[in-house]
């Protein structure tokens, strides 16, 4: 039996050798590829959930394979469960009963015949074990083989491996000796600053910067709960600190048949909390030799471990664009679509076919760089409190049109809920255009157009951040959020009068609204008297309302006017305002004209609270309560610490009768995938502690109680 042998023509298709040769006899190509063991994928189960689940399922569907989700209990409602073909259930919210069930998934993947498991990204994608037993249950592990999983999954054998591949690496400790003493040692050859991960550490987990030898063993600690946590693998490796690095990451491919190709980089460099928070392709400032280097170190270091598949070969680069190894992802990235944006490609696509066994799409020489691509991530958060996570419902959920140049990667809907047991992210938002002002003039545009009410969320903050004079620049690195901390977080200032004049009227017309929908739903009871239209005969109806604009009541004096208009008085000035309400889709919006100047808006009424979104910021404006109303008991939280969200308690350092000074470490919380040290508000004397590590606290539940210490009068 013959085995047919493909050769790649003009236009990236295979054809038969010999029908090639036959058609041009001159073609001097090399045989490379062999269909024969390839296999069919009909149907692939996504063991992942969230957009990257409803990102697989969109291809997937593209190409006609059939999809499989699996779901907690928390998730049953899911996008990504209504989208899938067929979905199953695989336990309670927990992740590790869930999501890491590595048996429960394979069953169900037999269980529905999938001949394939997608894992996307986090979760089991990067999972040694897993891989493992999928091959031996003869299901397709979308993703390489374990083998590289494990060599780059573990920092201190990638690093080896990629040093005698000829990949720069930074200089650092990656040796089997943990203890304190050793580690120390380690580190003050080293030099301070310095760099403590976990050896099997990834997206920030397990990851600490030791400015001194002073805090080097807290960090220390740190990093290796975090990592245990993460891991179950506390083992750490210490490397220089580069200073103000920049984070370049280039995206690799391998078949396998032994080919692989790089689809050039991505610049990840403003981070918080060691994590990504946006990205762009290709870097900016990175000449076309500087990028083929990367490129050609990546690629070297896919083929060190024979790699297939999608992965990602991650470096840091200084101030003159010296690049040194930092990491392997072996899975699919986060931030893939910017790539996929700049090189018209389908990465997913591309896993699916060479998983299959089919070669790649296309050679190095084919895959061509265009324009540039952003991808901004939309997370649940409080900025302005170290970006806190958060969770919550999404009450009100607006975002801008897709199209050919703009993606909205997510995997929730307007009514669901940001969940407290997964991560915060509700979205990534991914542009394109032919340069990088234009692209980021578009992404701004877009994230003017991402409207949240519900929860706090970082939009605010990406706007900001996007409009920095010198992340336009393109003067980014890693440290950017810390050293342009006052521009970004500048001193809130008081919501302008206008805008506050803007939200009188938009509460003004809304109850106009309802009023008519009400006349109309029940004509035969309706009184006059009731409407608040501010119709009066021979006078002009004066109205007084009082807002919050955060904690602060501004009274405005309201005079409807004869011809439509209002005059709002409010702080001592006269403003002159006229406006409607107009419905566009599933969003209202709000002309107004105050003193002249027009401004729209869109508008969104929910709990007391007015929304106002337009090109030029939000804005937020309450509504005053009744004190009857609005009394919440504060029993049990005085004089002691609260949790600031809802979490495990993974570590408690005090018990009753201790000490404390302000700033003392009380406890440690996991929340959100990330660690919080809750800390003594004041000094005083704890009274009772209401967790034990292990335990559940939910948001706002008081931690410990603590007695004040008295003030002695002299």
């Known amino acids: 039996m013959a085995t047919w042998v493909l050769v790649r023509r003009k236009g990236g298709r295979y054809v038969p050798a010999l029908s090639l040769l036959r058609e041009r006899p001159w073609v001097q190509q090399p045989l490379r590829y062999a269909t024969a063991g390839a296999k069919r994928i009909e149907k692939v189960l996504i063991a992942n959930r969230g957009e990257i689940a409803c990102r697989v399922m969109r291809t997937a569907k593209k190409m006609g394979i059939q999809s499989v989700a699996v779901y907690s209990e928390a998730d049953k409602d899911a996008m990504h469960v209504t989208m899938a073909d067929e979905a199953y259930c695989i336990g ?33 994608s990067e999972n040694t074990e897993f891989a493992e037993m999928c091959k031996q249950e003869g299901v397709i592990f979308i993703g390489p083989p374990s083998s590289a999983i494990k060599a780059m999954g573990i920092k ?11 990949v720069p690496i930074v200089e650092g400790y990656h040796g089997d ?4 003493q050793h580690l120390m040692g380690q580190a003050s050859r080293i030099g301070y600053p310095l760099m403590i991960k976990a050896v099997r550490g990834g997206g920030g987990k397990g990851m600490r910067i030791a400015l001194t030898e002073a805090e080097f063993l807290d960090q220390l600690e740190s990093a290796r709960r975090e990592a245990r946590k993460s891991f179950n693998d506390d083992a750490m490796l210490i490397e220089k600190f580069v200073d103000t690095p920049r984070h370049v990451e280039v995206q690799v491919f391998g078949d396998q048949h032994g080919n692989a190709v790089y689809l050039f980089e991505r610049d990840c460099s403003v981070q918080r909390r060691h994590q990504k928070i946006i990205e762009e392709a290709p870097g900016p400032g990175i000449d076309p030799e500087i990028r083929r280097k990367l490129g050609e170190a990546a690629v070297r270091a896919a083929k060190a471990v024979n790699y297939v598949g999608a992965g990602t070969v991650e470096f840091i680069m200084d101030a003159k664009h010296n690049f040194y190894f930092m990491e392997m992802n072996t899975r699919l990235q986060v931030e893939h679509p910017i790539t996929e944006m700049i090189t018209g490609t389908d990465l997913v696509e591309w896993q699916l076919k060479v998983a299959a066994g089919e070669p790649l799409p296309k050679t190095q020489d084919e895959i061509t760089l265009h324009g ?3 991808e901004a991530r939309v997370y649940a958060e409080e900025p302005e409190n170290n970006f806190m996570p958060g969770a919550g419902p999404l009450l009100y959920l607006s975002t801008p049109p897709a199209d050919s140049c703009t993606r909205i990667e997510t995997g929730v809907r307007q009514g669901d809920e940001v969940s407290v047991h997964y991560d915060p992210m509700i979205a990534k938002l991914v542009v394109w255009a032919e340069d990088r002002l234009a692209a980021l003039r578009k992404l701004r545009y877009c994230l003017h157009q991402y409207n949240i009410v519900g929860l706090n969320t970082n939009v605010d903050f990406l706007l900001s951040l996007s409009g920095h004079p010198e992340f336009e620049s393109g003067h980014v690195h890693t440290n950017f959020i810390t050293q342009h901390h006052n521009e970004l977080f500048p001193p809130k200032k008081a919501t302008a009068k206008e805008i506050l004049c ?17 006349k109309l739903l029940t004509a035969d009871q309706f009184s006059p008297f009731a409407c608040s239209n501010g119709r009066r005969l021979n006078i002009s109806f004066i109205r007084n309302l009082t807002l919050l604009d955060g904690e602060n009541k501004v009274d405005i004096a309201i005079t409807y006017r004869h011809d439509g208009s209002y005059s709002m008085q409010i702080q001592g000035e006269t403003l002159h305002i006229s406006g409607d309400l107009v419905n566009e889709g599933d969003c209202t919006y709000l002309n107004t004209s105050v003193n002249g100047v027009f401004r729209k808006s869109k508008l969104v009424i929910v709990d007391n609270t007015i929304y106002l979104f337009s090109a030029e910021g939000s804005a937020q404006v309450g509504l005053s309560v009744p004190k009857y109303l609005s009394a919440v008991s504060s029993a049990g939280t005085q004089g002691g610490a609260v949790a600031p969200m809802t979490g495990t308690i993974e570590k408690v350092f005090v018990k009753e009768g201790d000490r404390v000074q302000v700033g003392d470490p009380l406890m440690v919380m996991i929340a959100m995938k990330m660690e919080h040290t809750i800390r003594a508000p004041k000094a005083g004397t704890i009274k009772k502690v209401h967790y034990r590590e292990g335990s559940q606290a939910n948001r706002h539940s008081p931690l410990v109680e603590l007695v004040e210490e008295e003030t002695k009068s002299e």
């Not at 009963?97 to 990204?121: C, E, F, N, R, T």
């Not at 054998?157 to 005698?164: D, L, N």
């Not at 803007?502 to 009400?518: K, S, Y």
């Open 177 to 180: 000796d943990q203890s304190d």
């Open 502 to 518: 803007q939200a009188a009227l938009g509460l003004i017309l809304r109850e106009r609204v309802l009023t008519d929908e009400f």
């Open 92 to 124: 309670p919210a927990a992740s590790q009963q869930s999501y890491l069930a590595m048996d429960k998934i394979i069953q169900v993947a037999k269980k529905s015949s999938s001949q394939a498991v997608h894992p996307g990204y986090g979760f089991l």
């Open 372 to 374: 540039h691509a952003f």
């Open 156 to 166: 201190s054998t990638s690093k080896a491996i990629m040093s005698a591949a000829g």
